[in-house]
């Protein structure tokens, strides 16, 4: 049996919440892989937030937005 196989059949073995659980942790921890990633897409995200809320940047509307591809996906 593989370690795989072992760690599935592990989990088949908890109860629900604590799948979920593992879900959880398995899906937090699954982009960061690379040191610093999450400290980086915080920074990231401030940053972007603080343009909006300071009307550096122009923001595009949903409608706009799909118009625009609308036209690129026709030509």
Do not use: C, H
């Not at 979920?20 to 899906?27: D, T």
């Not at 550096?56 to 609308?70: F, G, N, P, Q, Y």
Request: no cysteine.
């Amino acid at each position: 049996m593989s370690k795989l196989e072992k760690i599935q059949n592990e989990i088949l073995s908890l109860s629900n919440e604590e799948r979920e659980l593992i879900g959880i942790f398995v899906k937090n921890t699954a982009n960061a892989t690379e040191p610093g990633y999450q400290e980086a897409w915080q920074t990231e995200l401030q940053k972007r937030l603080a343009e909006v809320q300071t009307k550096t940047v122009d923001l595009a509307s949903t409608k706009s937005v799909i118009a625009d591809l609308r036209k690129k996906i026709s030509k």
